[in-house]
């Protein structure tokens, strides 16, 4: 069963710009969720999809980041522009069906400089 | 509100010697607990579960956890360390009827001396 996939794996780029990441989930996950691992600290949910429905965004920035799942499937995660503050590892991961059991992708390490 | 506290960032044990890895837990429910641990350019991968079933848990690669209601505590040992377990873990609090949504602890490093 092929794991969680993310790219690209590392992005280096300048405050103010723009970056996107992509996450395709283990195939019949129906739940998405995106997390933000900044360096020393423990993942935090940015925004969890049931399909293509959001279930939780409460903790993204909504100014400057965004995410879509179109078709319920593979999920991209935005930002524009980016801060300093930004820089973190970028995890995807997803569940059948919002069970507790998650499975994580590898990471997108984001620095902004 | 739900969150874990992971009592130590860091920890340092020989290889051969036990593990302790402390993690206590706020919840105003019966919480679901889970460790997962973190190699290094590795994906984040579930060590174990409680669920409100057996209190004692075993996971994978010889780790297990105990779940300790009268001191909201959920520790993870495991009586001999290996050097393929340096490693990040974390404990984590899954809220009731949220989907599924985790709380991650800041993590403690687990470092295997030879």
């Known amino acids: 069963e092929a794991g969680v996939a993310q790219s690209p794996r590392y992005k280096i780029i300048e405050k103010r710009q723009s970056v996107a990441f992509w996450c395709n989930p283990i195939?019949?996950?129906?739940?998405l969720y995106w997390y933000q691992q900044i360096l020393g600290q423990g993942p935090k949910l940015l925004i969890q999809?049931?399909?293509?429905?959001?279930?939780?965004d409460s903790q993204l920035p909504k100014d400057r980041f965004s995410a879509e799942r179109l078709k319920g499937v593979d999920s991209t995660l935005k930002i524009q522009p980016a801060k300093l503050e930004d820089s973190a590892v970028y995890l995807c991961?997803?569940?059948?069906?919002?069970?507790?059991?998650?499975?994580f992708g590898p990471g997108t390490r984001l620095t902004v400089t | 509100a739900q969150s874990v506290t992971q009592l130590d960032s860091h920890v340092s044990v020989s290889e051969g010697t036990p593990v302790l890895l402390r993690c206590n837990y706020s919840?105003?429910?019966?919480?679901?607990l889970f460790w997962y641990v973190q190699h290094p350019n590795k994906g984040l991968q579930l060590l174990l579960k409680?669920?409100?079933?057996?209190?004692l848990v075993k996971g994978i690669n010889g780790f297990e956890a105990e779940f300790k209601k009268s001191e909201t505590s959920f520790h993870l040992t495991k009586p001999s360390a290996h050097m393929s377990d340096a490693a990040e873990y974390f404990c984590?609090?899954?809220?009731?009827?949220?989907?599924?949504?985790?709380?991650f602890g800041q993590g403690t490093e687990l470092s295997v001396k030879p």
């Open positions: 919840s105003s429910y019966s919480p679901s």
């Open positions: 999809f049931q399909n293509n429905g959001v279930v939780d």
């Open positions: 195939s019949g996950h129906a739940t």
């Open positions: 991961a997803s569940s059948s069906d919002g069970a507790y059991e998650q499975y």
């Open positions: 984590v609090v899954g809220p009731p009827n949220q989907g599924g949504k985790l709380i």
């Open positions: 409680y669920t409100s079933a057996a209190t």
